[in-house]
């Protein structure tokens, strides 16, 4: 098992940035994939980046296309996610998950493929 905890969210106005980090411990984190995902309040859980195991391959949901930047470095454990002309709708609690994952390229991009979860950080975007 990996454990992971992000760190970054907080309150920030319609166009600004924010930067999540997550710090993952435990095993070598080169063997697993990442993702962020986010959870707004009476809604499920939905994938917003994700990064292959070497950090080869990304994939975004088109809602933050262009806007988010998922990074990784393993060799610090730590993977972020850079967000920018943040909106009212980018308003949940952020989580970051790791699978390990040793296809070539593959990115997981659903809940239920992943089993190490951090605790979450809020991120609020005021309009």
């Known amino acids: 098992q990996v454990q992971l905890v992000e760190s970054g969210g907080g309150l920030v106005q319609a166009g600004g940035s924010l930067r999540l980090s997550c710090a993952a411990s435990?095993?070598?984190?080169?063997?697993?994939?990442v993702g962020w995902f986010r959870q707004a309040p009476g809604k499920e859980r939905e994938f917003v980046a994700g990064?292959?195991?070497?950090?080869?391959?990304?994939y975004y949901a088109d809602s933050v296309k262009g806007r988010f930047t998922i990074s990784r470095d393993n060799a610090k454990n730590t993977v972020n996610l850079r967000m920018n002309s943040l909106k009212p709708e980018d308003t949940a609690v952020y989580y970051c998950?790791?699978?390990?994952?040793?296809?070539?390229?593959?990115?997981?991009?659903?809940?239920?493929?992943?089993?190490?979860w951090g605790q979450g950080t809020q991120v609020t975007v005021a309009s």
């Open positions: 998950a790791a699978k390990r994952e040793y296809r070539l390229g593959y990115v997981p991009t659903s809940p239920t493929e992943y089993r190490n």
């Open positions: 435990g095993r070598t984190f080169s063997d697993y994939a």
């Open positions: 990064n292959s195991w070497n950090g080869a391959s990304t």
